[in-house]
DNA sequence: ACCTGAACACCGTTCAAGT
DNA sequence: ACCTGAACACCGTTCAAGT
């Protein structure tokens, strides 16, 4: 938890997009979607909404930049140099993307909203290019590209995200509960589920407890990764 | 279209939730999004909020079982009786979903939302349930049941949000504008990205001119049936 | 060019009161 | 048990006015 902020706030240095960014992210990690308001983003900044909108043409606008900055900050990561193949380059892009949205919970449905609602804007070329180098140098036949890339990309968004949802629901359990404790409790609920409607989801249940997430997390990234790597089943 | 709304409403039937969230449907599918408000709800069903407050406890219980109504509608789809094979089944209801995302647009940061802040709730179990059946007909251990059947119920959903997006796109384009014109200016806007930063998306822009949507959307679900049917690498 | 802050239109939700 | 509708708290956004 970081130092309290002060009661009284004075401007530091000159309002600017950048710093109006920070601060809805800042706020977004703070207290989450619905904190977000432009009152409190004001009283934060020490201004008027006014002021705001000179440097930001409206609220959607604002958030799209906060999630583009956050994705670009999280797909820079190749730590300690290239990675040794292709498939682990996949890997730390998928990783990146699963811890930011681990960090800021918000990100999942900012992010399932600029892809759905704005797919041509700045976040969706970010994250299809940082996946899209490590599938071309695996050897993928051009025509594939970006059946390949957006596979990865849609899962690796999807299952993040529900991801930050249980740590989400381990978080409202109380705060002296785990993850494991929320996925035991999800379990149950999905175990009682009707026996005739839902056959496969009550046998299947069982395996939400005790699993690793990040390990099931990158084991359906290797799914993904060998279909795309043997060639698909002629048409 | 429908024959237009009379201005004014008489009640026809005593008000129930299934009247409730039929007209929120409905209202969804004319108006988007934004345009479903408690006003206008009660407008339309000729009555008060504190009655629909009677029946519904907030918008966000409104909109999840909107969103559950539609999705059960559309993975309930197997038209003339079971499938030839397991894929196909895969097939069937991925397209299912396609479709119906693609007839209510709204579905596909509705479905991101519920699947990411209440993927407990009725909506995952139904998807998981109709895909889950297929993977465990097709062979799969039972140890990979539930990484396969999230890794395609994740790209399934975000593929067909995409779609939507672009159908969407092509309308805001104009009325006269399709969705290949559409797809060419998206296109035309990536390949004027940064050389530097983008080579892939600037090379694999050119991909999404003249595709036919649906045959890539099943061309993704292919690669992975191909890499859930064959065993994964050892770890 | 950049910022102020009162005002506006609109929203989800509540609740005392009715039947 | 079910419905009415005025009222409340709050929100994003605008804009005339300042510097």
Known sequence: MATRTPRTRRRAEALSRERIIA??????????????TFRVLTERLATGPGAIYWHVANKGELLGAATDAVVADAVAVTPGG????????VRAVALGLFDAIEQHPW??????AQLSRNPWGPVTPRIFESIGRQVRAMGV????????????MHYVLGAAAQNAANV????????????????????????ELDPDEY?????????????????QFL???????SGVTARPPAP
Chains 1, 2 share one sequence.
């Open 107 to 112: 990100l999942a449905t900012q992010l399932a």
């Open 168 to 191: 989400e629901g381990a978080r409202a359990l109380g705060p002296g509960a785990d993850r494991a404790e929320f996925l035991d409790s999800v379990s149950a609920a999905w175990e």
């Open 141 to 152: 036949p051009e025509s594939d590209w970006t059946t390949a890339t957006s596979a990865l």
């Open 199 to 215: 056959p496969f989801t009550r046998a299947a249940a069982d395996q939400m407890r005790g699993h690793d997430d990040r390990e």
């Open 82 to 89: 290239s990675p040794d193949s292709p498939q682990e380059g």
């Open 23 to 36: 601060a809805a992210v800042e706020l977004l990690d703070t207290a989450g979607e619905s904190g977000l």
């Open 219 to 225: 084991a359906g990234i290797d799914f993904i990764l």
